[in-house]
């Protein structure tokens, strides 16, 4: 449709901790493919050199300053129990999120720019967005561990043209256990500043320490147009906690965590 995007994100995590990031998408442009590694990120101009076919990714990248070649192949997806937008999935949003997958097994073997990354049930995660633009102010966190994922996104959401408030969508799922600290279902932003998010939830809090990171230049959507620029670290050294009244249910350190603080 005219002047909207719609967006996929892959994450991989190989078996010797490298992170590789995968966007498709969809914009007035046509369609686009972006990745980020550790090093950099890149914008492929072939897109048909990454192909997903049902649970299988094949990889055959040959751009100037990133190569790729190999498969992945993904194991039973895990969606949320429930929407990730709730209520807020049938507001005329300019951004609406999805998640596909908060953790999932890969396995196959990437080579990327000469060096092999082995995947035996590793993990990996999906999710996706779609609408008109990006949120104007945002945060968005992932980390993803052996037996944790997180993920949260806080933004500035205009609302009929004259409603502006502060939105935030957080979910952990640990285990077998899903926790979810949401606008509507009442969980508040407590602190937001360059190194500590806290939130809450009734009796829940979380709580997340980082520096914040540089990152690398993505593209991103305003009026369906991928003109805007935003940046992205897929290597930031997290700290987090799940704290439920006086009790730590889970705590956990992450070297390998995603993060865009576009908050400035």
Same mark, same amino acid.
């Given at each position: 449709?005219?002047?909207?995007?719609? &967006? =996929?994100?892959? $994450?991989?995590?190989?078996?010797?901790?490298?992170?590789?990031?995968?966007?498709?998408? #969809?914009?007035?442009? @046509?369609?686009?493919?972006?990745?980020?590694?550790?090093? *950099?990120?890149?914008?492929?101009?072939?897109?048909?050199?990454?192909?997903?076919?049902?649970?299988?990714?094949?990889?055959?990248?040959?751009?100037?300053?990133?190569?790729?070649? *190999?498969?992945?192949?993904? &194991?039973?997806?895990?969606? +949320?129990?429930? $929407?990730?937008?709730?209520?807020?999935? !049938?507001?005329?949003?300019?951004? =609406?999120? /999805?998640?596909?997958?908060?953790? #999932?097994?890969?396995? *196959?073997?990437?080579?990327?720019?000469?060096?092999?990354?082995?995947?035996?049930?590793? +993990?990996?995660?999906?999710? &996706?967005?779609? @609408?008109?633009?990006?949120?104007?102010? !945002?945060?968005?966190?992932?980390?993803?561990?052996?037996?944790?994922?997180?993920?949260?996104?806080?933004?500035?959401?205009? +609302?009929?043209?004259?409603?502006?408030? $502060? &939105?935030?969508?957080?979910?952990?799922? #640990?285990? /077998?256990?899903?926790?979810?600290?949401?606008?509507?279902?009442? @969980?508040?932003?407590?602190?937001?500043?360059?190194?500590?998010?806290?939130?809450?939830?009734? =009796?829940? $809090?979380?709580?997340?320490?980082?520096?914040?990171? %540089?990152? #690398?230049?993505?593209?991103?959507?305003?009026? @369906?147009?991928? %003109?805007?620029?935003?940046?992205?670290?897929?290597?930031?050294?997290? =700290? !987090?906690?799940?704290?439920?009244?006086? /009790?730590?249910? +889970?705590?956990?350190?992450?070297?390998?965590?995603?993060?865009?603080?576009?908050? %400035?």
């Amino acid at each position: 449709m005219k002047n909207r995007f719609y &967006g =996929k994100y892959y $994450k991989f995590i190989s078996d010797d901790n490298y992170v590789l990031a995968v966007i498709i998408s #969809h914009a007035n442009e @046509g369609d686009m493919l972006q990745a980020i590694t550790p090093e *950099g990120s890149y914008f492929i101009n072939d897109t048909n050199s990454i192909i997903v076919n049902n649970n299988i990714i094949t990889f055959n990248v040959d751009e100037p300053n990133l190569k790729i070649s *190999g498969e992945l192949t993904l &194991g039973e997806l895990a969606p +949320l129990k429930t $929407k990730v937008m709730g209520p807020f999935t !049938y507001l005329p949003l300019e951004c =609406k999120h /999805d998640i596909y997958s908060m953790r #999932h097994t890969i396995n *196959g073997k990437l080579v990327i720019n000469g060096t092999t990354h082995l995947f035996t049930n590793s +993990l990996g995660y999906i999710e &996706g967005d779609k @609408g008109k633009n990006f949120p104007k102010k !945002y945060i968005w966190y992932n980390s993803v561990t052996s037996n944790t994922t997180v993920t949260f996104a806080i933004a500035t959401i205009p +609302l009929f043209g004259f409603i502006k408030f $502060k &939105g935030l969508l957080c979910f952990i799922k #640990h285990n /077998d256990s899903e926790y979810k600290l949401c606008t509507y279902n009442f @969980g508040k932003i407590v602190t937001i500043n360059d190194n500590l998010i806290v939130i809450k939830k009734g =009796k829940y $809090k979380f709580l997340l320490e980082f520096n914040k990171p %540089d990152g #690398h230049n993505l593209k991103a959507p305003i009026k @369906g147009n991928m %003109d805007r620029y935003i940046k992205e670290s897929i290597t930031t050294s997290t =700290k !987090y906690k799940l704290i439920y009244k006086n /009790d730590i249910l +889970l705590e956990a350190e992450d070297s390998i965590s995603s993060l865009e603080y576009m908050w %400035d």
